[in-house]
């Protein structure tokens, strides 16, 4: 593989993202799970190539889990009601479509049949993609909350987006 | 003017229960209904079926006495307007000319869905199956030609062209193979939940039918032909149920059940020719519009969501049953030799000998005669050539053209 992977990297310390102080607590808890998330994904592959299938494949599937729980309570207890807030939804209909062809990958990454080489390559472009769209997110769409949500609203996105992740991660481990 | 059933005023729960004699319905008249009609009447069974069932389902894994309480009056009503939708069908309708209409429902509901859906993947999976159940109405059409004997013709009434489609002794494949990408409740277009769900309807309510009426028939080709069909239908209840999000709650999945009914009923009440059985989808849309209220309070109050965020902003284009010979012919034409290879569709010349699709192929077909199969070689032993209704020209796949049709 792919320098690429190695290239375009960025540990989960330095991430781009946007640098606004923001207050409510929904941007905190989706911040430190995109951290989370994207090193995970980094750790695989910056160093899947030298690890055997079975450390590699493990630990795609707790990165899997992880993101699947995080990103189906995100669209839930974050998108769905900053939808309804937004006079524009358009931004967050984009970020459902990446979560959709992140999906897409993840399943294809569950595959027994894909050789390492191209699971390699596909694991790649999730973290591009990933990379991508946290930057999006944490940029546009937080503006865009923090412009058309009040308090309220965003104090229970944190609140749900809590109590979905918890539910959630038990679905899909 | 759009409809929208969150906006409309239902019949209030306690004025929907019926006296006997209103759900006895007066069966429809097998030689005069509209083939169409009849499709609408196999295909409501279903739905109302699955009510039912995932509403006890629903009950079976809550300990919240209220809540059963408010499933189990919904569902006493759902069962009501099973019964008053499925003894429509006439005692003199023999099981294998009802499930001639199962068979039509499957390819025209699976053709508009497939035509109608907003997701190209998922439009793959409705095609994909569309093939497979387009064959069984083939291999039943020659069963009823050789056992009542009758004309499938009379039933599918010229709408639909009955010829094989990707051979059912081909379709049997590893479970693991059946399992498709889920969409996102969240995500993805409303109408994908909808048609996702409708089509696991048909096809569970198909599945019932053939696990419970397949050993009826007295004959053994009758018998080995349900079951095996049976099993495919099997495999397209594994595919369908598998495009569902399994995230949701049991909230949100009643909620979506509930508007498919309101979608479905609004649907059906457009386009119905009999104006008996329009007065009847009529009055369970208005039913349904109050389950659905229901239902959504449910999720507001048990999940503290808003049901608006999963469902369309307006009713979509109304489900039509019509004729899709050049569309089937076109899937025909393309994808017949496609099989499944994990989540994805490949040509079946594709995979290696040693992949499992061969090796499930051999436990289940072994060195026994295939009922499928064996159907059409008794059709043409006996009648001189099998039974196809090609209304639109010759087969469109070469190797699939007649050679004998009686």
Partial sequence: MTSRAKTKSHSATE????????????????????????????????????MEDAERLEKFDEFRAALMAHSQAEARAFYAPLKEAASEPALVLEADVEHIVVQRLLEDLSSPKLDAERWMAR???????????????????FDLAESECDEETLAKMADDFEAEKERLTEIVA | MSFNPLKERGVPLERQLRNWSELNSQPYDKDSIDPYSRCRVIVMNGI??????????????SANLELKRKLA????????????????????????????????????????????EPDPV????????????????YRYANLLDMTEPKKAAAIVGGLTEIMPGRPTILEHRHP???????????????????????????EQQTMNFYMTIGNRPIEPI???????????EEQHVTQYESLLDASATWCENLVVHEYNECYLYYSFMQTEVDPRLKALWELHLGMEIEHLRLACELMRDMD????????????????????????????????????????????LSSLPKSHRYHQYQQAVHGKSSVPSEAVITEHEARKGGEYRLESEGPHPVEHLKMENAS
Avoid at chain 2, 49 to 59: I, L, N, R
Avoid at chain 2, 191 to 202: E, G, R
Wanted: with cysteine; proline share 5%.
């Fill in chain 1, 15 to 50: 991430k781009p993202k946007s640098s606004k102080t923001r207050k409510a607590r929904i941007f905190e808890l989706l911040k430190a799970e995109h951290a989370e998330a994207l090193g995970m994904i980094e750790e695989i592959c910056e160093n899947g190539e030298t």
């Fill in chain 1, 123 to 141: 694991a790649t472009v999730v973290m591009e993609l990933l990379e991508h769209h946290i930057e999006e997110e944490e940029g546009e769409l």
């Fill in chain 2, 48 to 61: 109302e079926v699955e009510a039912a069932m995932y509403s006890h389902q629903f009950s079976r894994h």
């Fill in chain 2, 73 to 116: 009056m919904v569902r006493r009503v759902e069962q009501q307007q099973q019964k008053a939708v499925n003894w429509l069908i006439p005692g003199d309708e023999s099981t294998l000319e009802v499930t001639i209409g199962f068979e039509q429902v499957a390819v025209d509901l699976t053709a508009w869905v497939a035509q109608a």
């Fill in chain 2, 122 to 137: 998922m439009k793959r999976v409705y095609e994909f199956g569309l093939l497979e159940d387009f064959d069984h109405l």
């Fill in chain 2, 176 to 202: 693991h193979d059946d399992l498709r990408r889920p969409l996102n409740l969240y995500g993805s277009d409303p109408l994908s939940s909808l048609h996702a769900l409708t089509i696991m309807c048909a």
């Fill in chain 2, 222 to 232: 009758a018998r080995g032909l349900y079951l095996e069909i049976g099993q495919i």
């Fill in chain 2, 304 to 347: 503290r969501r808003d049901p608006e965020a999963i469902l369309p902003p307006e009713m979509p284009e109304p489900v039509t049953f019509r004729p899709n010979k050049e569309y089937v012919r076109k899937v025909l034409a393309e994808q017949v030799e496609l099989t499944a290879d994990e989540l994805e569709f490949v040509p």
